[in-house]
Structures are given as C-alpha cells and as structure tokens.
C-alpha cells in the first residue's frame, strides 16, 4: 500500500514541477492520476495546490475513498457555490492534464473557476511518473514474478489444433487466477487493449495503431489480438501479454513453436536478442532515447531485416520500447523524436519485433528498469524460443 | 459486416442533424463513432459534412481500413498542408464530440483548421446511435445468445470453497472461447470495467462510480469486480456479465445460491422481477425515461426496501437502466432527469438491484429492445434463481 509518505514525496515533486512553471496548482481528474497521489481511484478530483495539503474532492465513494487513500484533506465534491472558495485569488494559472481531459470536463472546471487560465501540464504529470520509487519497482517485480509464473506453463497447454482464441482464453484464465486484475490502462488518446495477444503465422498481415503486432482480433470492431485461426506446426506462435497487479503494469513477449522453425525467422529471433542485450547494456541515466531506438534499427539493419522491423513493411512502427507502470503507455518511450535522457528508476518494456507477411512475428519483450549498472530485467525467465 | 446502404442511413440521419442545427458538418475522432459510421476502427479520422461523401482519413492501417470501411472515400492522412483544402470556405462551424475528445485533440485540429468554430454534437451523436437497425439489433441478439449460453454453464462450475476470482476466471474463459471480445468500450470520463463482476455476500459494503453494485476488486487500484473473497454456502452469488460480439454489447445479471436463501433476500429478488416485469411491459416508444425511473423506485418503496434499492443506505444510484450498443453506456438512461422519450430500436438493459450491507446483491438485469408491443427480451433465458 501506498504509505502517506510517499504520497507527499509525489505530490513535493509534483510542486516543484508546477512552481518551476509558475503554475499555482494542478487539478487531476484523470482516475489513475488521482490514484498516484492519493492512493484511491474512486470518482474523485484533486487539487495539488503548488504549495500546501492537497485537496481530495469525492464523488463517490466517499466512505471508500477514506479507507484507502492516505491523503488528510478528504472531503465530498462541493457544491457549484462551495467550489471557488476552496481555491484563493491567488490562484490564477491552473495545471490540467489536457492529454486525457475531455473538452467538456475543461469547460466544466472553466465554469466553476471563472476567470482562471488554465494550461496543459501533460508532459510535466507523465514525467514525474515515470521515475519510480523503490516502492513501486517492488509492485513491478511482483507484477512481473506474476506474469512470468503464467509464461512458464504455456507449454502445458499449447497444442496444434487450438484456436489463437483458445490459446488466448486459457492464457488469460491463468493470467487472472494468478491475480492479474484483467482492465489494461493505456493514456494515448485511440488506444484499446484486451489484456494482449496470442498469435499464429497468419497473424503477421494484420496491424493497426502504433503498435509493431496487433493481429486479427475476431472482428472489425475488435481488430487486434486473438482470432479463430488455427495454431499449427513448424510456425511462430507469438504471445504478447500484460501482468496487472496491484495496478502495476509489466509487458512481455515469449515465442513458441509446435516443431521446427524457417531458419530465416530463427535468426531473426537471434537478431531481437542482439538488439535486446544491447539495448538492456545501455539502460542508463543520460542515455538519450531516439539514440536507443537508431541504435537499434542500425543492428536491424546490419543483420539485414530493417524492412520487416517493428511492423509489416510500409507500416513500421518508430520506436522499439516504451515505459510501463500504472499505464502500459507511461514515459519515456525508445522511438524517434524522443530526445530526452533516462532516469535512473523509469521501467521500460523492450521490444524488438520483425514482421514476415504470411509467415508470422517474431521477437521478444521484457520489461527493464533503468539503473546505472543497465537494464534490471523486471520479467525475468528464460527468454529463449520454447520448442514443443 | 456493415453494408454501404447501412452505412450511407446512418450518415444521413446524423447529416439531417447537423443541418437542423446549422453545423457544416462533424469531424469524428474517437474509434467506436469512426466505427459506426464508416466500418472500421482503424487509426482515422472521419469528416462527415451536412450534405455530400464522408472523407475517411487514415493513419495506420490504411490497407485494413480499405478492406474493412464500407465508404467510398478512404485516404491517407493528409498533411498539415493539404488537411484544409479538404474543408472548403464554406465550412465554418464544425461539429466535434466534446464528451470524449481530449482538449489536445481540439486544439490539434482547431490548429489546422484555424477561425472555423468547433461545437458540441456529443448529445445528438448518442441520440443518433441510440436506435439500431434491424442489422444492429440482430448482431445483439448473436450477443445475448452467446452470453446466455455461459449463464447456462454456471451450474457445471460454480462450488463452495472457490474465490470469487476464480468464478469470474473461469466465467471468463468459457466467454472467450465463446468468441467474445473482451474489451468493453464506456464512452462516460472515468469508467473503466473488465468483463463483469462475479460477487459473493461480502461485497455488498463496496461501491464506486456510477453502477449500483462494484464489488471489491483485488486492489484499490483496480477496486471493483471479483475479489479473493471465499465464496459460500447459502448467500447470494451475484453474476454481472457483458458479451461483446462484432463490437455489440448485451448485458445481463444473474443470480446463484448454495444452498439456501434468506426470505428477505428472496422476497429482493421477487421485487426485482416485479420492476422488470413492469419496465418491460413500459418500454414502448413515447414512455419517458425519467418516468420509468420514478416508477421503478415507487414498486421499491412500497415493497419496503427503497432504501436498498440501486445501492448501499446513502449511496445508491438514480438510474435503473442503460442504452446498450457498440458502447456500454448508451442513451437512453432510465434515470432521474432524463426526460426524453423512448424510441423504437433502443436497446436498453433493466437492471433493478438491492443491496444489502454484509448479506449481499440482490438482482436481475436482461437487455431489452423498444418495441410497440413493450421490451424485446434480447438475453432471453430464465431469470430465476438457480439454486445449486
């Protein structure tokens, strides 16, 4: 559980950040921010003044909000009237995480706060949560040791003649047995997940979203992930799947194979682990992420399957990792266009894929915490292809 | 799948409202209303203006997209350039669904669509999706069956001694072999479900958001839904499943007892049964939504348990129903201040519940269709408590 002493270091960070900008304030009410302060997801908005107690205002429910978060000022969500005098004239510039509010919620608050300017601190909320305390990385070990513990009986139960569904049911069967609270939460604006992906060969010609491997899925409106088609022989079974424990999110990739592999995709698997032990080496504070994700494509290259790396050709995803935590999709991420260096303590999925059309995915992912001896390997067992 | 004449209805009915209110057209940017009005739920953005072809533009996957939309205008996204010359002078007030858009996604195209005035269509938009065709109510039928066919199989699994994480595992994975799609979109800010809820008597004492009953759940990051909780002898087992077939969502509740049933609990259910009877024969287009609430909430009263009814003591909700659809939370609502009338094709899931701190929830729920002859029983199979 979340101790209130840690809640006050997040919400310290938080202010420094918010003063730094002369912002007086911030106003959350994105669920999982307000959790990550205050120790409670219920229906809630806190205010994170830039200096002083945080506000936690609840809609419900209240009793439950008191039991779990550790915050002292709990209180109901006031009235229209009530609301304004709980923050000063001094108050003027005020934080809103404008990546994940609703327009309508911004007029809202807007309306209540007459007169206030109100300024995006998304970048800011995403970058004080993506170095995690030791707290924290603990909550992700147990995520991973959970994940891990789920990976190692596939073998048990993957048999040629199943369904990618069927494969994906029992997966996830075990997945929740073992804790896995089963709800996905990703940030970026257009993105759904169901828990993750159980591929065959067939599986490779189908993309969509920023991802480098999506899948079929079972329909239009549900197009990635698990599908009807059949897992044969002597093809790539690729799983994809996340571990959600206590709300903390590890990601990872294992291969599998009912006989013998194309020669051409083993040594692509050979090439992910390159990229991956050469990534998990450079898993250090100041390293720049962009310089990552070139350095990988550099090796992709070399070993002569730039073309088919993160994605079909013509549809390559730019990035080869991305930090995980209370979202799947947390800061930093390993892609182009990211210029920003690690911090010791951000936990970061690697995932370096190869995409053959008609043929399958092949690749691996484990999720890594960054410290100045390189990448903590967070999910960790054995990540070599299991031939069954 | 989807037809073009389908698809061309549905543009039509939203193109008359959009000149009925003089907007020149709505740009829609969150996937399940891409989905709905063109096919597919790629990575797009779809321009819908008030007279002529929808433009649908394409981020990722461009290929799949023009595999699955139905329309006839499929492009890449345009560059920041090329984007406005799509929109010619005339368009100067562009519809936008506020309720879901992010401000970054306002601003974004308000940025590449500079002096035009975005409005709010979220209201016209649900009440457009809230009547379905004889296409969409057929796909909620295929829904409702397979639902149903998992309720069937509750009895095979259901024993004293599991937890009730173990109950929803295992509900979960007959659903998905099943062939459901697992991810369950919610269109209102802050709600997030997975699957269902699978309860034992303990979890009457926890509650969140909107729904009348949560459960638990297996953290307070993830505070609703089955717990580690025991499941035994005697106490209501309370069953709260969605299917998601080809993106349509039946909802449904059922009721399970080892053993046997305090008569104050068992006179809930009658009363349950009695409000559902009453709504089903009321959902007839023309009855008022609020009323049917209101009315809900007198059979409550006087069978003498108004105050369990939707809720804890001071905690219950106002509502007794909900749209079903391509989302979970669809218009119409049975709730206190909706004041709208129903329409023929709404398809809507009745769900009378009390609770009863430290004995359990109580309830029914089904998902019915408006009709002239009352509610379409959509998850058509045997409401009674099945006692093991």
């Not at 420094?16 to 007086?24: F, K, N, P, T």
């Amino acid at each position: 559980m979340l101790t209130y002493a840690e809640a006050m270091q997040r919400v310290t960070t938080m202010q420094a950040q918010l003063q730094a900008r002369g912002v007086d304030g911030a106003l959350f009410i994105f669920p999982i921010d307000v959790y990550y302060f205050s120790g409670t997801r219920q229906n809630s908005t806190l205010w994170v003044p830039a200096t002083g107690e945080p506000i936690l205002m609840v809609r419900k429910s209240l009793a439950r909000a008191q039991v779990e978060s550790v915050l002292t000022d709990i209180r109901s969500f006031p009235s229209s009237r009530e609301f304004p005098a709980l923050f000063g004239e001094q108050v003027q510039k005020i934080g809103f995480t404008f990546d994940v509010a609703p327009v309508q919620q911004l007029n809202y608050y807007s309306k209540l706060l007459p007169g206030r300017e109100f300024v995006d601190i998304s970048a800011i909320n995403r970058e004080v949560r993506s170095i995690k305390s030791a707290y924290e990385i603990e909550q992700l070990r147990v995520s991973g040791r959970s994940l891990c513990s789920v990976f190692k009986q596939v073998p048990q139960f993957l048999k040629a003649g199943m369904r990618e569904l069927d494969l994906a049911a029992e997966f996830e069967h075990r997945l929740r047995t073992a804790g896995n609270e089963g709800y996905i939460r990703m940030r970026a604006f257009n993105q759904e997940l169901f828990m993750g992906l159980a591929l065959s060969a067939g599986a490779a010609s189908y993309g969509f979203f920023d991802g480098a491997v999506t899948g079929r899925g079972l329909s239009n409106a549900s197009p990635q992930g698990a599908s009807t088609q059949v897992i044969g022989h002597n093809e790539p079974v690729f799983l994809d799947y996340t571990g959600v424990f206590n709300g903390y999110i590890t990601d990872m990739t294992r291969m599998f194979v009912i006989g013998t592999l194309d020669p051409e995709l083993q040594h692509a698997f050979d090439l992910s682990l390159q990229i991956q032990l050469h990534l998990q080496k450079a898993l250090k504070p100041g390293a720049i992420c962009e310089e990552l994700f070139q350095q990988a494509v550099e090796i992709a290259d070399k070993g002569g399957l730039g073309a088919n790396f993160m994605g079909m050709p013509g549809e390559q995803a730019r990035f080869v990792g991305h930090g995980v935590g209370l979202e799947l999709d947390e800061f930093p991420v390993l892609a182009q266009g990211f210029k920003m260096p690690l911090h010791s303590g951000q936990t970061i999925a690697i995932e370096p894929k190869f995409v053959f059309p008609g043929k399958g995915v092949i690749g691996i992912e484990n999720t890594f915490a960054v410290s100045n001896c390189g990448g903590e390997k967070i999910t960790d067992i054995d990540d070599e292809i299991v031939f069954l």
